[in-house]
Structures are given as C-alpha cells and as structure tokens.
C-alpha cells in the first residue's frame, strides 16, 4: 500500500473503529490476566466490566467495515491542531503547578499574560489592551473564588 | 396544599429570584456568544453548587440554561451563526427576515415562541413527572434494569446519522463509571494500581471537562490557528439591508397569534422529543421546523424570512428545557447532557433523582417547579429590555473568555474536593472530549452511561441474584417486556420521524 492508498483508507471512523478495538483488546486482556478481584458473588466485579470492553470491541469492529462516507466527519467538522492542544494543556498544567507553588495572583497574570498574547495577533502593539484584560480576569477570578464563594483556597494558594 | 404555598414562599424569596435572574443573565449572554454554549456555563457552576441552598443554585442552573437557547438565537438571527446547535434550524428564516428589514420582529418572535415553548413543556414536566414518579415506585430490579437499557439504547441510537458512535460514546462512558470499586461487593476494579482511583473517578471534573475543558481547547487551537496563519476573518458581522423602516418591523399581538400555531406546533413537537432520552433539542428544532412548514398556509414563505419558520424551531428547542427533566424527576434517569449535568447538581445537594425524589424532598421540588415557571418570565423580561446588549456581546471575540473560563474550571474543579488527580481526570476528560468531538461522537450518552452505570449493574446484578437458578428472570416481568417492546417500537418510530423531518429540509 502506498501512503495515497492508505490515506484514502483510513477515514475518521476506520480510525475510530481502530482505536476502539485496540481499547477492547486492552481492557479485556487486563480483566482476563489480572487475576480474580474479590469474592465471586453472583455475576462477579469482573463481569460488566468484560460486556462493556466487548461492547467496544463489537462497535470499533462495526465502525472499521462500515461502509466509507468519504474521510470527514458527517457533522461539524472541528478544527483541532495537536500543538494548540499540548500547548494548551501544558500551560493548563503549569498553571496549576504555579497556583500551588508561587499564589494565586502572580500566577493568573503571568498564565492570562501568555494566553492572551498568544491569541493576539500582533502583541507587542497591543500590550496595553492585553494587560487591561489580563488585569480584569484576574480580579474576576479573586472575586468570584474569595468574596463571592468565601472559598477557603489551601494555605500556599494565597499569595 | 401547605408545603405548596411554603415552596411558592420559598421560590419567591429575593435570593432565588436573584439567582435565577443571574442566571437567566448569563445564560443569554453565554448562549449569545458563538461557540459557547449551556452545557459550558451549567457545568462551570457544579463545583461551587454546594456553597449556595439548593434552592438558589438549582434556579441559576435553570436560568442559564433557559437563557442560553434563546441566546443562541440571537446571532443566528443577526448574523446567520448559530450561538448553539440548537438554533441552527432558526438561520434559515431568522436572517432572511433580519436582511429583508425586520429584525426586531425575528427576535421578538424567537423570543415570544421560546417562552411560550418553554411554559409548556414545564407545564407538561410538572403534571407528568409526579405521576409518573408514583409508578416508577412499583419498580424492582428487573424492572429498572429494563429502563436502563431502553434509556441508554434511545439516547445512543438516536444520535442522528452516528447510532454505532453514540452506543461506543454511551459505553465508554460506563466503562470510565466501572473504574474504582465494584458497587455490590467493594471490590477495587480497573484502578491499574492507582491508589487514588480506588473511590472511582469523581463526577465534577468528568463533567466540566468532558463539556467545558474540550469545547475551550477547540476554541483555543481555532484562535491559535487563525494567529498563526494571520487568517482573521473581517466579516462585516453587522450584516447589510437596505432602507430599514422601523415602523415597518413593529412586533404586535397579532403578528404573535398570527405565529402562534406554528409556535404550538412547535411546543408540542419539542417537548415529545425532550421527553425522549438522547433526541436533544436541534432535533426538536428541526422536526419542527419541517412539520410546521407542512402544516403552514404560507408553506411557500418558509426559508425566505418567514416568521413562522422562526417561531417553530425556536419553540421547540426552548420546549425540550421542562421535558428533558421528565425521565431524570420519574425514574432518576438524565436523557440528556444537560439533565445528567443537572442530576449531578442534585446529587450534590443530597437529593437522589429517582422515583422518591418528590416524595422524599417534595418541597424543594415543589420550589424548583415555581421556579421553572417563572424564570420563564425572567427570561422574557430580562431578553426583551437587554436584547441591544446582547447583540453587541454576541460580536466579542471567544479568545477573551478562554483564560477565564479555563481558570474557573480548574481552581472550581480543585477546591471541590482539594483533589490534585480531579486535575488530572479533568484534563484527561478534556482531551477525550476533543478527541470524541473531532471524531463526530456525541458526547450525551457518554455522560448518560457515566451516570446510569452504577444504577444498571447493580439492578442486573441484584435481579439475577432473586432469580437465582432461573436464566429468563429478565424477561418474566409485564412492565420489564413492555419497556423491552417499548424500546424497539420508539426506535422505529423516531427513526421513521426523524428521515422523514430529513427528506423534507
């Protein structure tokens, strides 16, 4: 197969029917290799588990032969690039690391700071309005958590 | 009669007025926004739902929600975007009638059959769902098993166009509920030797993140790309008719009661299949749509503006909003994402949903159904006077709200329970959200299986533990094959309603 052909056979839902199986596969290997869980009483811990990871397998399976549609989706179709999602985890991650370590104040500017420049176009021309909105988000989020909620944040939180 | 004037007493007091009206508030503007939907701002509110009475954070859940279905029509009429899906059937008509000089009349029509629509269906949820309720009562194991399946195959199969992926969504989502301990025998199970999986995978941070955490990373990654490639679109959002005559777009009573078969068509449709676990409120929009058109005088005008055309879908998808709630107050089964982000709400403040909810908690129910009236009325009055407002909040920019949102969902998610793993589950849930979204599987019955899971083996399991020996015990109760028989015939007949609702767009 060449990398056209293989394209023009891997359509979303072959993909999806894919990783379905593979889920299927892994989740039942794991119920049926990982020994007994507990007391068998009646069906056992071990037995819905083992129909739904059936039922997966059943459905990537019928997902994979299922007649191609073309290689979109048939509704919306979503634009998603795997480097804004990394890095929007990422950041989602350091963030909370931050809020942990350095406070909550510093660490909502610094993480509202580097979103907003990121989603401006040009960011250094527009440094003021995205340091008015950095400043606002902050203020709402300190409101909404410490005035309006009388959320008690962990000691190193507050900052 | 007591508790009744006690919980129309309760309903009124300033608080929840307050809530619900703030609720109302941000439910419009949300839905307003395009991208930004219901779900996101209801499941935003969960993890600070026990900071407030049940009363005032039940209000706001449904204030937001009514709010946000009218918002999404607002854009769809002004400039030909949807807010949320559900509005989508109202593009057609709603701009066509904003471009040939009468936008106030579209609006004021989208929100006159909305409320209407909306009344209705509560109207139909309170008178149903307390009988309703009392037979669910009589109901064993075998019996409940039954409506778990019935539930969960409705809601999966009648994802339009996408049955296999909505059954794989609606397992998945039992399977991420089988994870932590086995709920007849305490077993630990599919934990992978995580130690703080054991309890199983907290309801908060699946929820925010399945709804929420995805749709703001596909938010970002399409603010992102368009930066990057200095793709900003400069569309004249304002849209452009000529000679606009305000006297000419006047909304009246007759202009409303001219609509108002369309608008009753519309409520009825909506609020049947709002009752139905899993069709959601764009199809209601789009069914009705296609029957009021069939059954309209002026067939010809629908798609040209037709203020008919407004009035149905708008109808119907806000007449989903009481009708959603039905299978969640009787049986204590959500039949849609936003129903089992609200039963979670309800678990939250200690009220189980169920067949004993209204029995056990009859004020605070009693309370909630006032309410839902009249946040009806809230939300024609807050919409009407703000409607100027909203049309300018419905051009901000997404990419302003993305940090705020983000960071209420986080720090939300983390004080629910001072949890760092709800951190990551919800990050987890975020990305599987985008990855099932990108795929076009629906995310309702993920969150369906997710909620039911628990209830469906531990009825299986306890009824074949009663019927011992006996390998049919399943199928030995009139109720239980009625439901069986109940769930092949909805099938055929909502999939017959539904391709013909398609042929006729």
């Known amino acids: 197969m060449n990398k056209v052909t293989i394209k023009k056979y891997l359509t979303y839902d072959r993909i999806s029917g894919l990783s379905l199986i593979i889920l299927g596969i892994i989740g039942s290997s794991h119920i049926i290799f990982s020994g007994k869980w507990g007391k068998n009483l009646g069906l056992g811990a071990k037995f819905m588990p083992q129909i739904y990871f059936i039922l997966i397998l059943i459905t990537g399976i019928l997902l994979l032969i299922k007649k191609g549609e073309g290689d979109k989706p048939q509704g919306i179709v979503i634009f998603v690039n795997i480097r804004s999602v990394l890095l929007f985890i990422g950041l989602g991650i350091l963030y909370f690391l931050f809020v942990l370590k350095v406070g909550l104040i510093i660490s909502t500017v610094i993480y509202t700071l580097s979103l907003y420049s990121l989603l401006t176009n040009n960011p250094l021309k527009n440094r003021k309005q995205i340091c008015i909105s950095s400043t606002i988000v902050t203020i709402i989020v300190l409101t909404l958590f410490e005035i309006m909620l009388h959320i008690v944040l962990p000691i190193p939180l507050l900052f | ?315 119907g998808n806000n007449a989903t909003c009481g009708a959603t709630f039905i299978p969640l107050f009787a049986f204590g089964i959500p039949g849609s994402g936003i129903a089992a982000i609200f039963g979670a709400a309800l678990i939250m403040q200690g009220i189980t949903p169920g067949p004993t909810m209204i029995s056990e908690n009859t004020l605070i129910i009693y309370t909630l159904f006032v309410t839902l009236i009249y946040a009806n009325f809230i939300n024609l009055g807050i919409s009407r006077l703000l409607l100027p407002l909203y049309a300018r909040v419905s051009m901000m920019k997404t990419r302003y709200l993305i940090p705020a949102i983000f960071i209420i969902a986080l720090l939300g998610t983390y004080t629910s329970r001072n949890s760092v793993i709800d951190i990551w589950v919800l990050l987890i849930a975020g990305i599987l959200g985008v990855v099932l979204k990108k795929n076009d599987f629906p995310l309702g019955p993920l969150v369906l299986g997710y909620i039911i899971g628990p209830g469906m083996e531990r009825s299986l399991r306890q009824a074949l533990i009663i019927g011992g020996e006996d390998r049919f015990f399943l199928f030995k109760s009139p109720i239980a094959i009625g439901l069986y028989v109940a769930t092949i015939v909805f099938l055929l007949l909502i999939y017959k309603v539904v391709k013909k609702s398609d042929k006729n767009l």
């Open chain 2, 1 to 315: 009669m007591d508790i009744l004037l006690v919980a129309i007493h309760n309903a009124f007091s300033a608080s929840v007025i307050l809530y619900t009206a703030f609720g109302v508030f941000l439910g419009v503007t949300i839905g307003a926004i395009p991208g930004l939907s219901g779900d996101i701002g209801i499941a935003l509110l969960l993890p600070f739902v026990y900071k407030v009475a049940p009363a005032c954070s039940l209000g706001m859940m449904l204030g937001i929600y009514k709010g946000s279905i009218f918002g999404g029509s607002i854009t769809a009429i002004l400039f030909g975007i949807p807010g949320t899906p559900a509005a989508a059937a109202t593009v057609e008509d709603g701009y066509k009638a904003k471009l040939n000089g009468h936008p106030q009349q579209a609006l004021l029509t989208a929100l006159y059959s909305s409320v209407t629509g909306d009344i209705f269906s509560d109207m139909v949820l309170i008178f149903l769902a307390i009988p309703m309720a009392g037979i669910a009562l009589n109901f064993g194991p075998v019996e409940f098993f039954a409506l778990y399946i019935f539930a969960l195959m409705l809601i999966s199969l009648l994802t339009r166009g996408k049955a296999v992926k909505g059954l794989a969504s609606g397992v998945i989502g039992l399977i991420i509920c089988a994870i932590g301990m086995d709920p007849m025998l305490g077993t630990p199970r599919l934990n992978f030797g995580i130690e703080q999986l054991r309890g199983g995978i907290s309801l908060i941070p699946v929820l925010v993140g399945i709804f929420a955490v995805s749709e703001l990373i596909i938010q970002f990654s399409k603010e992102w790309h368009d930066i990057i490639t200095k793709k900003l679109e400069k569309i004249d959002q304002q849209g452009t008719f000529s000679k606009y005559n305000i006297d000419k777009d006047k909304m009246s009573m007759k202009i409303y009661f001219s609509n108002l078969k369309a608008t009753m068509i519309g409520a009825l449709t909506g609020t049947f299949i709002g009752a139905l676990p899993g069709a959601g409120s764009s199809i209601a929009a789009y069914v009705s749509y296609g029957l009021a058109r069939r059954f309209s005088k002026h067939a010809e005008k629908f798609g040209h503006g037709s203020l008919e055309g407004i009035a149905a879908p708008e109808a």
